[in-house]
């Protein structure tokens, strides 16, 4: 047990003080309005995200390794609740509540079972591209979603046209208070970031949500506008939902993916936190500490939760040099649900909606898309479709075919691999593409070099491409191989080169092979193919080359 406590805690400094509480401080005026817009977002009551505010603050603390890492609840995290569990119960009801528990409780268990079993690398899934037009389409609904409470309206929906269909059809029915409240908190947010010094900007947040406090009570407009209303005065107390079999069933997909998007978030966090410090990051402890911050979210009556951008880095730069910034900053909700209850209960949820978007917005980047039009025009139609579909579809669907279509662009360039003639450039024992470069080419030998490797997706496909080249050289009487490239071969390849082999024997042409790596080779040993092709297997694409060369009776 003494290897999984905190290493922070063993060897703390005193210097280090000053700045985990100041940084504690910072995080709460942040993490308040935060835990209160994003549990709107759920649709669940405001008291709710800071239910799910406090375990984990205190949890990561114990097991994660990052020393500014915020955990909590997150706008895309709040969204994809939201999804899930708006199409299983009435938003607002008990089972509504409860489901959302169960929901932060299982997606805990996945996590903790992937760090357990060391499988942190499905998260190697989820491409840049897909994530990226995954996260800029849900800012985007989650800045609509909020154009609603932004002008005094109630409308729901987790895809764009359901929400344009709910703007609408409530125009005619705008708060000019609740606009007034919202456009001046947005404002003053948009104009802080801006104007204001960093270490006051961080704090504008909490200013917008004591301004709108103190005029709502001084001209008595608690019944003139919606507010967050009753938040309950007390700690969370730890409880465990009862649902039906069949209900947690409908939650088990949505958790995974839940799970494996709010572990890339959180790593991410955890990697830009460490590089600046030269600490290394353990994807498997992540993953640990993630998924029990998510079961003590889930025990105290939250939803799920992820590491925070925008907090981690504010944390950081605060000043925190350990968790113990997170435990302060713990202290701080507690003292919030103790005592500031009833004050918080007049905040007009206008002011929370210009507060989530004021958030959200910078996320919606189209930067990887250009990046990808320019590089890979498969990873840009991965961004763009994912970005429509979760637009149009909602963002449970729309990250599964992104998903699906990024592994299928993998497996479609996978099963045709680049394969190019070689040629030894003048004077050098160097060997290039002969399509790019002016290279020296052999008499009836093709020196031919794979770039990828083999297996049975592309084994057909290989294949036949080496029979249409000689197919069209007739006077090739020698097929070098160079499997420089080759990093895995399976049976399928396996077969495929036998067969190969045979086939060009028969037609008087012979095949070897160069640059072989060491894990391949074993493979082909294992297979029997090395000692089939004792004398044509060359440890280099240079050695083969003299070897064809200095015996031109070989091939021609």
Same mark, same amino acid.
């Given at each position: ?156 929906? &987790? ?55 103190? &005029? ?155 990046? &990808? ?184």
């Amino acid at each position: 047990m003494r290897a999984w406590l905190p290493a922070w805690l063993s060897h703390y400094r005193r210097d280090w003080l000053a700045g985990d509480v100041v940084a504690g401080v910072v995080v709460t005026l942040l993490l308040v309005p935060q835990g209160l817009a994003y549990a709107l977002v759920a649709g669940l009551p405001p008291a709710v995200g800071l239910y799910a505010s406090l375990p984990p603050l205190l949890l990561y603390g114990l097991i994660g390794k990052s020393h500014a890492q915020s955990v909590g609840p997150m706008a895309l995290t709040s969204l994809l609740a939201a999804a899930t569990l708006a199409r299983l119960a009435e938003p607002g009801s008990g089972e509504y509540l409860a489901l959302a528990v169960w929901l932060a409780l299982l997606s805990g268990a996945m996590l903790i079972a992937l760090g357990l079993a060391r499988l942190g690398f499905l998260a190697d899934f989820l491409s840049l591209p897909v994530l990226s037009g995954f996260t800029s389409a849900s800012a985007l609904l989650i800045v609509l979603s909020q154009l609603a409470p932004l002008l005094g309206l109630h409308a729901q929906g &987790a895809s764009l046209p359901v929400l344009l269909m709910g703007l609408l059809e409530g125009l005619g029915r705008i708060d000019t208070a609740a606009l007034a409240f919202g456009g001046a908190a947005l404002l003053w947010l948009a104009g802080a970031r801006r104007a204001l010094p960093p270490a006051l900007a961080r704090t504008a947040p909490a200013l917008a949500v004591l301004a709108a406090l103190l &005029a709502v009570r001084q001209a008595g407009w608690e019944g003139r506008l919606p507010v967050v209303g009753p938040v309950p005065s007390g700690l969370p107390s730890l409880a465990l939902p009862v649902l039906p079999w069949g209900r947690l069933g409908e939650l088990m997909l949505p958790a995974f993916f839940m799970a494996l998007i709010n572990y890339v978030q959180s790593l991410s966090v955890a990697q830009l936190l460490a590089a600046p410090r030269r600490e290394r990051v353990e994807p498997d402890r992540e993953l640990l500490a993630l998924g029990v911050c998510n079961v003590g979210a889930g025990l105290f009556g939250g939803f799920p939760v992820t590491g925070g951008l925008t907090r981690s880095l504010v944390n950081a730069a605060a000043g925190a040099n350990s968790q113990l910034a997170s435990w302060v900053a713990a202290a701080g909700i507690a003292l919030v649900l103790l005592f500031a209850g009833d004050a918080l209960a007049s905040l007009p949820l206008a002011v929370l909606a210009a507060i989530i978007v004021a958030a959200v917005a910078p996320s919606i980047r189209f930067g990887v898309l250009r990046q &990808a039009w320019r590089a890979d025009r498969a990873d840009a139609v991965a961004f763009a479709l994912t970005f429509a579909l979760v637009l149009l579809l909602g963002v449970e669907s729309g990250i599964v075919v992104g998903v699906l279509v990024s592994l299928g662009a993998w497996q479609w360039r996978s099963s045709r691999p680049h394969m190019a003639e070689v040629g030894r450039l003048p004077g050098t024992q160097h060997y290039r593409n002969v399509a790019r470069f002016t290279a020296e080419t052999l008499p009836g030998v093709l020196f031919l070099r794979v770039d990828e490797s083999l297996y049975f997706g592309n084994a057909r496909l290989v294949r036949d491409a080496v029979l249409e080249r000689l197919s069209e050289r007739p006077e090739l009487t020698t097929l070098v191989l160079i499997m420089s490239a080759v990093n895995r071969l399976d049976v399928s390849a396996v077969a495929m080169l036998e067969w190969l082999d045979d086939s060009l024997a028969a037609r008087g042409v012979t095949l070897a092979l160069a640059e072989v790596k060491g894990p391949v080779a074993a493979v082909l040993a294992r297979a029997g193919l090395l000692e089939r092709f004792a004398g044509r297997h060359y440890l280099s694409t240079h050695e083969a080359w003299e070897r064809f060369a200095a015996a031109p009776e070989f091939h021609i």
